[in-house]
């Protein structure tokens, strides 16, 4: 779980943010809203990328307010991506799956890209990279992960196949799963799946 208590958020010479509410966990909340109305600026602001100017984020009982991204026990995928570019795709899955080649071999199949394994990022399309990013949210051993603009670069079904198991991760794993997304309508509504407008996240989230 992620609770955000009193948020005024932003970058020194942009516009400043406020967001106060519970992201809880077992759940996938997709953040909507206009070009240039905060969405990714609240995903940066939770992973404290963004400069936090007062409030409180806590995940779990923990206080993580001032705590860099690596030690608040998150999982952020930027929109272009979280590949090592050294690294082949079976290798970048293998280190955020502990070294689990035959997971690694299973979840690639699953997707049916076990022809990408042994590719390096810069032989791999955009959607390509987005895959093996997102795959890798399947492996990390972090209970919240943020997401912004996964299913950017995806054909229409392989963006419904990664939704849906973004859906049972949160459901089966007890994930708190926050994503920035325009792409809402790619199956059925989900008891899990919460949707938030971002110009009302303050109304939308309150406690």
Do not use: W
């Not at 080649?101 to 987005?130: C, F, I, T």
């Amino acid at each position: 779980m992620i609770r955000c208590e009193d948020l005024v958020y932003g970058y020194e010479k942009g516009p400043q943010y406020r967001a106060h509410g519970v992201f809880k966990e077992a759940s996938v909340t997709t953040i909507t809203g206009e070009n240039g109305s905060g969405k990714t600026t609240f995903l940066h602001a939770l992973a404290g990328i963004v400069p936090l100017h007062s409030g409180k984020i806590f995940y779990g009982p923990n206080d993580i307010t001032r705590k860099m991204l690596e030690n608040r026990g998150v999982y952020l995928v930027f929109a272009h991506g979280n590949l090592f570019p050294g690294l082949t795709v079976q290798q970048n899955l293998a280190v955020a799956g502990g070294g689990d080649m035959e997971l690694v071999h299973h979840l690639l199949a699953s997707y049916d890209a076990e022809n990408l394994s042994v590719r390096y990022p810069r032989d791999l399309s955009s959607g390509e990279k987005q895959l093996i990013s997102l795959l890798r949210t399947r492996l990390v051993p972090h209970s919240a992960i943020l997401l912004d603009e996964p299913l950017n670069y995806l054909s229409l079904d392989r963006a419904r196949q990664v939704r849906s198991d973004l859906v049972d991760l949160a459901r089966h794993k007890r994930k708190t799963i926050i994503m920035v997304s325009h792409q809402l309508k790619l199956g059925s509504p989900d008891a899990i799946e919460h949707c938030v407008c971002i110009d009302k996240l303050v109304e939308c989230l309150r406690t």
